[in-house]
C-alpha cells in the first residue's frame, strides 16, 4: 500500500497522528526529525547550531529519497520539509501527503517548541513563517485535515481522507 504523508507547521501533532494512524492502519511510522537525529547522533538543535540549516536541509532529502522507495510506511515529515521540492516529489511517488493545517497560533500559544530552532524568534516570526509556508503545504497535500479537537479524531478525520483518496483512485483506474 501506498505511504501516507504527513505535513504541516512544526508542533502540528504530525508525530502523535501519525502514531495514531499507524496503530489504526498497521503501518510503521518514520518520522524524518527522528530519522536524521539517529542518523547523526545529534538532536535538530544541536545539527542547525553545529552544522547549519543547509546541511541539515541537504541530509533531509536524502532520508526523503530514501523513504520514497518503501511502502506501507506512516511518514511525519519535518515542518520545513515540504520547502524542498525535490523532497516533496519524491515522498508524492509513493503515497498521498495530508497537510495537518492547525492554526499557527494555537500552536505557538500550546505546544512546547523550546526545542525546535526555528521557532525561537518569538510568536510574530512564527506565524510569518507559517504563512509563508501555508502555499507550500496547499501545494502538496492531496488532502486537507482541519479537525484538531483531539488528536483521535485528528487521526480519524486523516483516516478518512486517505481512505477516500484511494478509493477514488481505484475507481479511476476501473
Known sequence: MKNIILIGMMGCGKTTVGELLAQRLK???VDTDRLIEVRL?????EIFESEGEDYFRSVELGVAQALSIRDDLIIACGGGLPTQDAAMAALKESGVALWLDRDAG??????DLSDRPLAQAGREAFLARAETRRPIY???ADA???DFTSPVSTAARAKEAVEAILSWEKGERG
Open 27 to 29: 503501518k510503521t511510522l
Open 41 to 45: 547522533g545529534m538532536s535538530i538543535p
Open 106 to 111: 494555537e500552536i505557538f500559544d500550546n505546544e
Open 138 to 140: 496547499e501545494k502538496w
Open 144 to 146: 486537507t485535515i482541519h
